[in-house]
């Protein structure tokens, strides 16, 4: 087995590594082969098959802050805010909720909220990010945009707004 190296090792980037594998990875996969993606019965009144979802965005606490995110009430009050739809991708166990916004299948990854106990969470946080930045669905391929992306919240806010 192979020895983690000390960035590796990091709490931000072992929750990141799963996040990655338990997360991203499944969605972008579904999204690829053309899983269906549903908004939610629950806040449209109907399951509706939701917009084909290109990419999936991840976005970043502000001011790694990793608690922002804590509590699900925080995000449908940002869902609302920046007129979100949750959304369903996949069937049965392999289901995960996101949200939707245009094209894009939007994350706010609750499980940041984990470094809390660490030693130091706001530099745990970008361990995280750029544990994820460097994963393969977040790379550029021949000049394609990458299947995933992770924005700061400001980059977030700025690019909802003018949506």
């Known amino acids: 087995m192979r020895r983690l190296t000390r960035a590796e090792a990091e709490p931000g980037a072992k929750l990141a590594r799963n996040y990655y594998t338990n997360f991203v990875q499944r969605v972008v ?13 629950v806040q449209e009144n109907s399951t509706a098959p939701a917009p084909r979802p290109t990419a999936v965005k991840i976005v970043m606490t502000p001011d790694d802050n990793v608690d922002y995110f804590a509590e699900q009430g925080q995000l449908e009050e940002i869902a609302g805010t920046y007129a979100l739809h949750n959304t369903v991708v996949g069937q049965k166990s392999s ?69």
């Open 29 to 41: 996969d579904a999204i690829s082969a053309g899983v269906p993606v549903t908004v939610d019965a």
């Open 95 to 163: 289901k995960r909720t996101a949200y939707c916004k245009g094209e894009n299948l939007v994350d706010f990854p609750r499980c940041l909220n984990g470094l809390c106990d660490t030693d130091e969470p706001a530099y745990e946080a970008p361990v995280s990010r750029r544990f994820l930045e460097a994963r393969p669905y977040f790379r550029r391929i021949e000049g394609r945009e990458a299947p995933a992306q992770v924005l700061t919240w400001g980059v977030f806010v700025q690019v909802s707004a003018g949506s």
